[in-house]
């Protein structure tokens, strides 16, 4: 995804946040007891330098500035929370331009910083949809799930279930996108989203438009079958 980030923003803060990724990325795949010398004892000097003299916005420069301080300063202490936070901070500042891509990397890079938490994957898989990138949404937004349902977070499992929903509908898997229409509407309804409510309906009269009523056809079915 780095070429991705370096497509929408050209140099410097297509290379910095390039490598701030990739710093992320390192620092998730260390085991915690080798992050005390994953990074050269100079990097975090030279990285403060390039933000100050390149970057001049205010709203990317801060969390790269954090990132910076977080995984090239004292990476053997820095909280996963925090760096996540930071990361999304770089994905709101990328949405604000319509860089999906960039704000899909960082996404994902906090969703692998925080891997518990069902928000932050649910939110990679509604990029990775944004993005055409059918089979990395499906993977974020089934994980989301899994998150949703240990965590309790019944926000995250409607949103999930709605959006799996409506990728299964765009490919014509209509027993998967209906199953998931029906779950999402299930949650909208007990919790009083009726965001998630409302387009889970919306959803299903689509599929029935588009497919037929299955209730319609199974008694059609019976029927003939009793005749």
């Known amino acids: ?18 490598q701030t990724l990739r710093d992320v990325h390192l620092w998730v795949r260390a085991a915690p007891a080798e992050r005390t010398g994953l990074f050269s004892g100079d990097a975090l000097r030279g990285r403060l330098a390039m933000l100050m ?51 899909l990397a960082f996404a994902q890079a906090a969703a692998l910083a925080a891997p518990a938490d069902a928000a932050l994957a649910l939110e990679t898989g509604i990029l990775a949809v944004a993005r055409g990138e059918e089979a990395r949404a499906e993977s974020w937004l089934r994980r989301a799930l899994v998150l949703a349902r240990r965590e309790g977070d019944r926000s995250a499992h409607a949103r999930a279930c709605l959006e799996l929903g409506d990728l299964y509908a765009g490919r014509d898997s209509v027993l998967l996108a209906r199953g998931f229409y029906l779950r999402a509407l299930g949650q909208g309804r007990r919790k009083g989203r009726w965001e998630v409510r409302g387009a889970a309906l919306r959803g299903l009269s689509q599929l029935t438009e588009a497919h037929g009523d299955p209730a319609e056809e199974h008694g059609t079915s019976r029927s003939g079958a009793l005749s």
Request: glycine share 8%; with cysteine; aromatic share 6%.
């Open 1 to 18: 995804m780095g070429t991705t980030i370096l497509d929408e923003f050209p140099e410097p803060a297509g290379g910095v946040l390039w």
């Open 53 to 103: 003299a390149h970057l001049v916005d205010p709203d990317l420069r801060a969390p790269l500035v954090r990132l910076g301080f977080l995984l090239l300063g004292k990476p053997a202490k820095a909280e996963a929370k925090r760096v996540a936070a930071e990361c999304r901070r770089v994905v709101e500042w990328a949405e604000r331009r319509a860089a999906l891509g960039t704000a």
